[in-house]
């Protein structure tokens, strides 16, 4: 035994979730739990209530609604990567999510875990930023812009569950990520997209919080090359450090890894 | 405590535990299952990769009761009627293994990528076998077993 005692429910829809979740503001959602099991191994977490959501068909499937591809929350890194959908229409994200952890957590880890927990280091919301996703909750619409808050924080509630998030189809899009050789989080990646609204660019793991970078988007959107960007230097104040690279480095990886998703958006 | 009932390697089984189980302690403890072995406890070196639902998962990274109803096959459930499967053939023909701690999870792993056809060549191989951690450094006979069964196996 090495997590603290908890109580654990499977929830029968989407609705007895959100009741479980509204009756129990300490509970946690467990959908893969490739981020939260390990954490509650360590004991750094102690839900009372594990509401299992996993099995929901309310939070599954792909589907396209005109210009966008909506994908369903409990969707895993491996059904993302397997899709023939995203692969035709946004290669980029199935190119993305198979290179999220390894293949045994990509076969549990789910897309809305990731997104809801908003690691400072995880690959999807770069993605969900880059490319101006709309996150579609128990309740609302969240644009990008507004849902990723800081660091493990995002704007959704205490009893509010992410169903889905809708992606739009860009024109071309990469995403280049410079993995850490251990854990295979990224120590900087940068997603990159051009889509009918213009270009935008997403970096992860360099700060606190995955962030755009609009000095880059402008020249991209003036002249989209690896060039265009290559005198952009973001400022090392407030950027992640810690043993595995300074601020100084990670400033210098976001141009590098911002230049190789132009170039690849490209090919 | 709560009741948990699923099929294990063939058979189904069921066990009165802590909601706080995790599968691998289920299939070591409450079965006696213990070919699935625990290397780490932080998610990391594969050693517990069993299927569930014919994928692998790290059976340390699932409670028992995520895998109520549910198929789970263990390196117990490998062989057919005394007969080695071909990736334990394989590993046993290459020397794929120097202390055989890990060689549960890599021969689980090894499964899984050659039934989805991502055994193609040995960095294929090497990429799939991220997630699982040999403490013996015994790669490069691990890639050839996994290369020389994925052949065998017409993936």
Same mark, same amino acid.
């Given at each position: 035994?090495?997590?603290?005692?908890f109580s654990y429910q499977r929830a029968a829809s989407l609705a007895d979730a959100e009741a479980l979740l509204g009756a129990n503001p300490d509970a946690k959602l467990l959908a893969g739990g490739?981020?939260l099991?390990?954490?509650?191994?360590?004991?750094?977490?102690?839900p009372p209530l594990l509401i299992d959501i996993s099995g929901l068909a309310e939070l599954s499937g792909?589907?396209?609604?005109?210009?966008?591809?909506?994908?369903g929350a409990a969707?895993?890194?491996?059904? &993302?990567?397997?899709?023939?959908?995203?692969?035709?229409?946004?290669?980029?994200?199935?190119? #993305?999510?198979?290179?999220?952890?390894?293949?045994? &957590?990509?076969?549990?880890?789910t897309?809305g875990g *990731?997104?809801a927990?908003?690691?400072?280091?995880?690959?999807?919301?770069?993605? &969900? #930023?880059?490319?101006?996703?709309?996150?579609i909750t128990t309740r609302r619409?969240?644009?990008?812009?507004? @849902?990723?808050?800081?660091?493990?924080?995002?704007?959704l509630e205490s009893d509010e569950i992410l169903r889905a998030? !809708?992606?739009?189809?860009?024109?071309?899009?990469?995403?280049?990520? @410079?993995?850490?050789?251990? *854990?295979?989080?990224?120590? &900087?990646?940068?997603?990159?997209?051009?889509?009918?609204?213009?270009?935008?660019?997403?970096?992860?793991?360099?700060?606190?919080?995955?962030?755009?970078?609009?000095?880059?988007?402008?020249?991209?959107? !003036? *002249?989209?090359?690896?060039?265009?960007?290559?005198?952009?230097?973001?400022?090392?104040?407030?950027?992640?450090?810690?043993?595995?690279?300074?601020?100084?480095?990670?400033?210098? #990886?976001?141009?590098?890894?911002?230049?190789?998703?132009?170039?690849?958006? #490209?090919? | 405590?709560t009741?948990?009932?699923?099929?294990?390697?063939?058979?189904?089984?069921?066990?009165?535990?802590?909601e706080? $189980?995790?599968?691998?302690?289920?299939?070591?403890? $409450?079965?006696?299952?213990?070919?699935?072995?625990?290397?780490?406890?932080?998610?990391?070196? +594969?050693? /517990?990769?069993?299927?569930?639902?014919?994928?692998?998962?790290?059976?340390? %990274?699932?409670f028992?009761v995520q895998?109520q109803g =549910?198929?789970? %096959? $263990?390196?117990?459930?490998?062989?057919?009627?005394?007969?080695?499967?071909?990736?334990?053939?394989?590993?046993?023909?290459?020397?794929?293994?120097?202390?055989?701690? /890990? %060689?549960?999870?890599?021969?689980?792993?090894?499964?899984?990528?050659?039934?989805?056809?991502?055994?193609?060549?040995?960095?294929?191989?090497? =990429?799939?076998?991220?997630?699982?951690?040999? =403490? /013996?450094? +015994?790669?490069?006979?691990?890639?050839?077993?996994?290369?020389?069964?994925?052949?065998?196996?017409?993936?």
């Open positions: 035994m090495i997590t603290y005692p490739q981020t099991i390990p954490t509650m191994k360590q004991r750094l977490a102690n792909v589907r396209r609604e005109g210009e966008r591809l909506v994908l969707l895993t890194h491996a059904q &993302v990567a397997q899709s023939t959908e995203v692969r035709t229409l946004i290669p980029a994200l199935a190119e #993305l999510a198979s290179h999220i952890g390894d293949p045994a &957590v990509r076969h549990l880890g897309l *990731s997104v927990n908003n690691d400072p280091a995880a690959d999807y919301p770069a993605a &969900v #930023l880059g490319l101006n996703a709309t996150l619409e969240i644009p990008a812009d507004k @849902f990723f808050t800081g660091m493990f924080e995002t704007a998030i !809708a992606f739009p189809i860009p024109r071309r899009a990469a995403y280049a990520k @410079f993995a850490n050789p251990a *854990s295979r989080y990224a120590m &900087v990646g940068v997603f990159v997209a051009q889509t009918t609204q213009g270009v935008r660019v997403a970096v992860t793991g360099a700060a606190p919080c995955v962030r755009r970078i609009t000095d880059m988007e402008k020249a991209l959107e !003036a *002249s989209f090359d690896s060039e265009s960007i290559a005198h952009i230097q973001i400022a090392a104040d407030g950027l992640n450090e810690d043993l595995h690279g300074s601020a100084q480095y990670r400033a210098h #990886l976001v141009t590098v890894m911002a230049k190789r998703a132009v170039t690849a958006a #490209l090919a | 405590m009741t948990v009932t699923m099929t294990v390697n063939g058979k189904t089984v069921s066990g009165e535990i802590e706080r $189980t995790l599968l691998v302690h289920f299939l070591r403890e $409450t079965l006696k299952l213990t070919g699935t072995h625990i290397g780490c406890d932080t998610s990391q070196c +594969g050693a /517990c990769v069993v299927h569930v639902d014919d994928k692998a998962v790290k059976s340390c %990274t699932m028992a895998a =549910r198929k789970v %096959t $263990t390196i117990e459930g490998l062989a057919e009627q005394g007969a080695l499967h071909p990736v334990q053939s394989a590993f046993r023909e290459h020397h794929g293994l120097q202390c055989g701690f /890990c %060689t549960p999870g890599m021969i689980m792993t090894a499964v899984d990528m050659i039934s989805r056809g991502a055994a193609t060549d040995r960095a294929s191989i090497r =990429r799939e076998l991220e997630g699982n951690i040999c =403490r /013996c450094t +015994g790669y490069h006979n691990i890639v050839s077993a996994i290369e020389a069964a994925a052949k065998e196996m017409g993936a």
